[in-house]
């Protein structure tokens, strides 16, 4: 594998507070949304395939071995056997079917609230001004 498609949905994404951790490896992006269930945890949220889906929407990004390792840092996820905090699993657009890729996911919400417009960047930019 030398090149991975892999969907974004939070701090990953542009604008973000992970963005540097992703962004010199991203060799091309385009807008994107998968079917879950988005929570917050609070800092980051993650993402639930639980039957309970709605429309999560993010980015597509393509990136080499080097970039893919970076993610998998960053989300703890050590290899399928593994203890993991995010599992890495692939998934198909919600929309354009032909593109599919890997997306870090959770396996349940550990409690945490949806979010229902399914859009981490608006939701975090809400709950700060709120906090404020």
């Not at 974004?8 to 992970?18: A, D, K, R």
């Not at 540097?20 to 945890?41: M, N, S, T, Y």
């Not at 929309?95 to 979010?115: L, M, N």
Request: proline share 4%; glycine share 12%; net charge neutral.
């Amino acid at each position: 594998m030398n090149e991975a498609r892999v969907f974004l949905y939070g701090t990953l994404l542009p604008g973000q507070s992970n963005h540097h951790i992703v962004k010199p490896h991203v060799i091309e992006a385009e807008i994107g949304a998968i079917e879950g269930r988005l929570v917050d945890f609070g800092g980051y949220p993650a993402v639930v395939r639980d039957g309970t889906t709605t429309l999560v929407k993010g980015q597509w990004i393509k990136v080499g071995r080097a970039g893919l390792a970076a993610m998998d840092k960053l989300e703890e996820f050590y290899g399928y056997e593994e203890s993991n905090d995010y599992l890495r699993v692939w998934v198909r657009d919600a929309v354009r079917k032909h593109i599919g890729g890997w997306v870090y996911i959770w396996e349940s919400d550990r409690g945490c609230p949806t979010i229902r417009t399914g859009y981490w960047p608006d939701h975090y930019k809400r709950k700060m001004e709120k906090a404020d």
